[in-house]
Structure formats: C-alpha cells, structure tokens
C-alpha cells in the first residue's frame, strides 16, 4: 500500500536559519508528490509538487523540494527561515490502482520559529 | 483561483444530532474530498466523490454519509454525532483535467458535545 511518512513531528529553527523538512513515501511506480502548508486554523495551501522531470522543483514562499528515486524521498528545503513560515507542512503522495486521484498523507511536520 | 467554501468555521453540536457540513466550489471540478483531521493522526480521507450521485467510501467513512447531488456541493453528514467525532473537517476540490493537486477549503472545526 501507498504511504508517506514524515519522521519529524516537530521542529525548531532559528529565523534565518536553513530548514529541511523530510519525507519518505513508499510507492510502486513514478510518484506524483506534493507539500502542502497549514498556517493554525486554516485548511492546507500547496507549496510545490513534482510530476516528472527536473528533480528539483521550486515552489511558493521561496520553498523547494528534491525529488530522489533511489531513496524514495522528497525533502522540503528553504535556505532562510522567516518567522511567519511558522506552520504545519505536510507532504503527500498521489494514491494509484483504487486510489487513483487521491492524496495520501504524512502526518504533518510543525514548524516552530525562534526569534 | 478556485474558492472552495466550508459553510461554518466553527460548530458545535450535541451528542445525537444529525449534522450536515457543506462544502461549495465554484470551478466545476470533478473530484471533491472529505477529510478529517486530528492532532498525530494527519488527514484521512472519509469520502470522495468523482462526479455528481457519485460516492466511493475513504479510509474511515463509519458514522459517516455523503452527498452528491449537484457538481459544485459536497455535503458530509453526521447521522447521529458522537464525542469521538469532534475534529477539524476538510473538504477538498480537484479537476481530473490537469493535476494541480487538491484545493482546499478553510475548514469546519466541529465539536460535539
């Protein structure tokens, strides 16, 4: 079965620090994966998503994300963190055979931001 | 940009009650999604629909019932509240034409007492 697994429950960074968020999926074929952002309160907004092609892929709010097939991940990145990335960010992958056209998610990471 | 709309952002019920959650889009998708979403648990998916009189049950569609009847409005229905489903739901919007990933809408946190 599909899955999608983000080993970080929650993490802390300092503003303007680097930030990697981690995602594994298990999955049987090309994957279609998305990252998604919470702020509290509000339903999700989508970051970036990768189809195929270039493996790395750049989204909104100066996020990216890298695919990598031989380690079945793809890991959000930023290279400076603002105090209002503060959220919850969830990765997902596209369900395939039954679940075709449906999104299976990790169970979110929650960024905190120091000052 | 498509606008997906939760009818209430915050409700509470009694234990018993027949709810209804409403979700309306307003760019013809085709595929619409209900989700629930609780604190460690993420999201999971209690119905979807892929098109209008359709439903197909998610991961845990138990206590739960859906419908469909026009393209643009997805309703999620309580039979008879529980304690247990007190949570945030989450309805989601896509089209089958392009993949632009799920669009989601504000959501409804529902308290059931």
């Known amino acids: 079965a599909q899955s999608v697994t983000q080993p970080d429950i929650h993490i802390t960074v300092s503003e303007g620090a680097s930030l990697e968020l981690r995602c594994n999926y298990s999955y049987g074929a090309t994957p279609y994966l998305f990252w998604y952002v919470q702020s509290p309160g509000q339903g999700l907004q989508l970051l970036l998503k990768y189809f195929s092609g270039d493996t790395l892929v750049q989204g909104i709010k100066g996020f990216e994300a890298e695919f990598k097939r031989s380690q079945s991940s793809f890991n959000l990145r930023k290279p400076s963190v603002h105090w209002s990335d503060a959220a919850e960010y969830f990765c997902?992958?596209?369900?395939?055979?039954?679940?075709?056209?449906?999104?299976?998610f990790g169970k979110g990471t929650k960024l905190s931001v120091k000052p | 940009d498509v606008k997906v709309t939760q009818s209430s952002r915050y409700l509470v019920k009694r234990t018993g009650e027949k709810v209804f959650l409403e979700c309306v889009q307003d760019m013809d998708h085709e595929n619409m999604f209900w989700y629930r979403q609780d604190p460690g648990l993420g999201l999971r998916l209690i119905y979807f629909?892929?098109?209008?009189?359709?439903?197909e049950k998610g991961d845990i569609p138990e206590g739960y019932s859906v419908s469909r009847e026009k393209k643009e409005r997805f309703s999620l229905i309580l039979e008879s509240a529980s304690t247990n489903q007190t949570s945030m739901y989450l309805c989601a919007t896509r089209t089958r034409v392009t993949n632009y990933g799920y669009t989601f809408g504000s959501g409804t946190r529902l308290t059931v007492v």
């Open positions: 629909s892929y098109d209008v009189k359709m439903k």
């Open positions: 997902a992958v596209e369900g395939y055979g039954g679940s075709q056209g449906n999104l299976i």
